[in-house]
């Protein structure tokens, strides 16, 4: 399968606790992009990366979140000191970078429980 | 984005029915809008795109029409088929960044 992976699929953790997530793109494609959906709602946007620099981050990503590409290929994406709140599917995608649209592919996800 | 609760809005089509989703945006800054499908459980999946410079735009069974003057984009699957199930969701495209709409839940009754 070439799409996107994202690892695990399902993590519960307690409330305090750390947790790290990983996402692998589709080989080729430069940009790598992390959201959050709650239930009932669109997936949310949180950051994207080109190659290995984070170029945007949102409002939604407090100093408990951090995301890093290393060498421009996976990503991990860090909550710390997790909150109830924090319970979410958390969504990666990715896409090919071109002058013309930005049709991103996404992963099955990570479906975070916080207790 | 926008608190819509829990309830999702949701269209229920009889099998071999044309099915019409619509969306309203709210940039007028945007310039590229897609349709994606979210089956439970997985990732939302790419269907059709339109570009701004553009008011309809043909796929398989799928037509996005749009709107701009009034900030609408609408889709239209022909002949909805079970598999069709799911949620839809429009997003508008700003600078690399896809901000998603209120999902709309399709139901297909055989």
């Known amino acids: 399968d070439t799409g996107v992976s994202q690892d695990p699929r399902h993590k519960i953790t307690k409330r305090g606790q750390n947790v790290t997530f990983r996402c692998d793109p589709i080989?080729?494609?430069?940009?790598l992009y992390w959201y959050r959906q709650t239930l009932g709602q669109g997936p949310e946007f949180l950051t994207y990366?080109?190659?290995?620099?984070?170029?945007?981050k949102s409002r939604l990503l407090s100093d408990r979140f951090s995301a890093e590409r290393p060498k421009g290929s996976f990503s991990t994406l860090e909550i710390q000191r997790t909150e109830q709140g924090d319970s979410a599917m958390y969504l990666c995608?990715?896409?090919?970078?071109?002058?013309?649209?930005?049709?991103?592919?996404f992963g099955p996800g990570t479906r975070l429980t916080v207790l | 984005g926008e608190s819509v609760g829990l309830h999702l809005p949701t269209l229920s089509v009889q099998e071999g029915d044309n099915s019409i989703i619509n969306c309203a945006y709210s940039?007028?800054?945007?310039?590229?809008f897609i349709w994606y499908k979210q089956e439970s459980g997985k990732g939302p999946q790419f269907i059709i795109d339109?570009?701004?410079?553009?008011d309809k735009r043909q796929g398989q069974r799928v037509t996005v029409l749009l709107n701009k003057t009034v900030k609408h984009l609408s889709l239209q699957i022909a002949a909805t088929q079970p598999g069709d199930s799911a949620v839809y969701f429009c997003?508008?495209?700003?600078?690399?960044?896809?901000?998603f709409g209120i999902g709309t839940k399709l139901q297909v009754i055989p």
């Open positions: 995608a990715s896409s090919l970078a071109t002058t013309g649209n930005n049709e991103q592919f």
């Open positions: 997003a508008e495209n700003i600078v690399q960044k896809v901000t």
């Open positions: 080989s080729e494609h430069n940009r």
């Open positions: 940039n007028s800054a945007s310039d590229y």
């Open positions: 990366f080109q190659n290995e620099a984070q170029l945007e």
């Open positions: 339109i570009r701004s410079n553009m």
